[in-house]
């Protein structure tokens, strides 16, 4: 994952194409609500404008599907960076049109042009070479920093670099690539991942994957139902991925054969619905009672995870512990993300990464603890899952 990175350009009179990742989460007046992955950005397009160039800007929001939705521009993403930057920022009414054409002609260096949402055409998720050669005519040289897309082989991280003679990592992509890679190279003992989230099924083969390279897994959120279940256990009416119960099993069984233990919690906080402010109390996660959902990881398990947290060196992190966004059942996440900030501050290493997960930490104030916050969920757990990233091998080589 050598990668030949932005600070081996100069900028100076160069028109620099960038792809980042402005997925960011809007309210329902399109006011955006988290703007970590327009300011972990931020250090790759200074770079080139400070040093004379100027950059166009592309990313994708949401899942239009090919068509235009108003409800998904990039315009607030616009005004946003337009405030962070302290000048205006140019915005194109589409991503290979006529406004795109023209405002990329007379960009100026020191300016920045953002084009608008690439899905609202249906040639990037079709990695169409048509849409990435006209991408490509709005820069003279291609930077990728959208860790939170290297997974995808659109056309705006991998159409595009067939098109210039050298393609570089961004500064956020360096350094994704840098903390990741240490989780995969020699990580410091104990190394602990907790894992969280809705479904077995998104987390299948990084769990696979950690098997033998973690000391302890600790599994939280809504897919340790789905063990209990596979367990022979009642969970009453809590999530159930159902059709991940005989891999649930085979996780189990591996797990025993491997150096790893896999932790799963002793007891839950259930309610009567799926609200805060219903019925709830805590239960061994083998008293469920019926028609009762478990929506937090209890007490108990807390305790646990904590001294297991405590001691660690290395400390991966992915997924919520219960539907944090609801107060009364945050407690878990909460203080899990507690337990990591104290081990960071006592010198372990701390990556936590996806999007909800990201989010919960924000919301709770403990962002500035963790060692690195990866803005890449899905690319995050495909890397630690030894799969290769198209869009970083994409990148030149250094």
């Not at 189990?252 to 619905?273: F, G, H, N, R």
């Not at 203080?335 to 501050?345: D, H, S």
């Amino acid at each position: 994952m050598k990668k030949m990175g932005l600070s081996s350009l100069d900028p100076a009179g160069r028109k620099v194409l960038m792809r980042v990742d402005f997925n960011v989460p809007l309210d329902k007046d399109r006011n955006i609500t988290d703007d970590t992955r327009i300011l972990a950005a931020l250090p790759s397009i200074k770079y080139v404008l400070e040093g004379g160039g100027s950059v166009v800007v592309m990313s994708h929001l949401g899942r239009p599907e090919g068509r235009i939705d108003p409800a998904l521009s990039l315009r607030p993403v616009a005004d946003r960076l337009s405030e962070l930057l302290a000048f205006p920022v140019k915005f194109a009414t589409d991503t290979v049109g006529a406004d795109a054409r023209a405002k990329g002609e007379s960009l100026l260096p020191g300016e920045l042009l953002l084009l608008e949402n690439l899905r609202f055409n249906g040639g990037e998720t079709e990695n169409d070479s048509g849409f990435s050669a006209a991408l490509a005519g709005a820069g003279d040289t291609y930077v990728n920093d959208a860790f939170g897309a290297a997974h995808r082989a659109h056309a705006s991280t991998v159409g595009v670099t067939k098109l210039f003679e050298t393609c570089r990592a961004g500064f956020l992509m360096e350094k994704e690539l840098i903390f990741l890679g240490s989780l995969l190279d020699g990580p410091a003992n104990p190394f602990v991942a907790i894992l969280g989230g809705a479904k077995v099924g998104s987390k299948v083969n990084v769990i696979l994957s950690l098997l033998g390279k973690v000391d302890t897994l600790l599994l939280g959120g809504g897919m340790i139902f789905t063990f209990f279940k596979a367990a022979g256990l009642n969970i009453g009416s809590s999530l159930l991925d159902e059709s991940s119960l005989a891999v649930a099993s085979e996780i189990m069984t591996q797990a025993k054969e491997s150096s790893t233990q896999i932790i799963l919690p002793e007891d839950c906080v259930v309610a009567t619905d799926f609200n805060d402010k219903a019925e709830r109390k805590n239960c061994l996660v083998t008293d469920i009672p019926d028609d009762w959902m478990g929506l937090d990881i209890g007490p108990k398990t807390v305790a646990r995870y904590r001294d297991y947290i405590k001691p660690s060196r290395t400390i991966f992190w992915n997924g919520p512990m219960g539907v944090f966004e609801l107060p009364n059942f945050a407690v878990g996440t909460r203080a899990v993300g507690e337990a990591i900030a104290v081990a960071t501050g006592d010198g372990a290493t701390s990556i936590v990464g996806g999007g909800d997960c990201v989010a919960a930490i924000n919301q709770m104030g403990l962002a500035d603890q963790m060692s690195h916050i990866s803005t890449g969920g899905g690319a995050s757990l495909e890397l630690l899952a030894g799969m290769k990233l198209a869009g970083v091998e994409s990148l030149s080589d250094v």
